[in-house]
């Protein structure tokens, strides 16, 4: 089992920064890979980044490349999603996953994911 918690987000201006947070416990959370997710009212959820369990792989969706960066900090068991250049698109509520798995392997879709926080939302305004 996995227990997520995530933090940071809020209402910012386009062109403004955010940064996310995701605490992780549990008995198999350091040997999870990390992803985020997004889903906007009336649309499907969506992937926005992920981090090998290793925090060598990263991946991230076009719409974020060079906007936002992900990482993690295995010590204290948390994973961070730094958000730049926010666009009134990126206003969803975000989603922390975490997935036991082999070393880098770096799931990408919902579906791979069994565990999930509860949402976080993230607002820009134009």
């Known amino acids: 089992q996995v227990q997520l918690v995530e933090s940071g987000g809020g209402l910012v201006q386009a062109g403004g920064s955010l940064r996310l947070s995701c605490a992780a416990s549990g008995r198999t959370s350091s040997n999870s890979a990390m992803g985020w997710f997004r889903q906007a009212p009336g649309k499907e959820r969506e992937f926005v980044a992920a981090?090998?369990?290793?925090?060598?792989?990263?991946f991230l969706a076009d719409s974020v490349k060079g906007r936002f960066t992900i990482s993690r900090d295995n010590a204290k068991n948390t994973v961070a999603l730094q958000m730049n250049s926010l666009k009134p698109e990126d206003t969803a509520v975000y989603y922390c996953?975490?997935?036991?798995?082999?070393?880098?392997?770096?799931?990408?879709?919902?579906?791979?994911?069994?565990?999930w926080g509860q949402g976080t939302q993230v607002t820009v305004s134009s």
């Open positions: 981090i090998s369990r290793g925090g060598d792989i990263t």
């Open positions: 996953a975490a997935q036991p798995t082999t070393l880098g392997v770096v799931p990408n879709t919902p579906d791979e994911y069994d565990y």
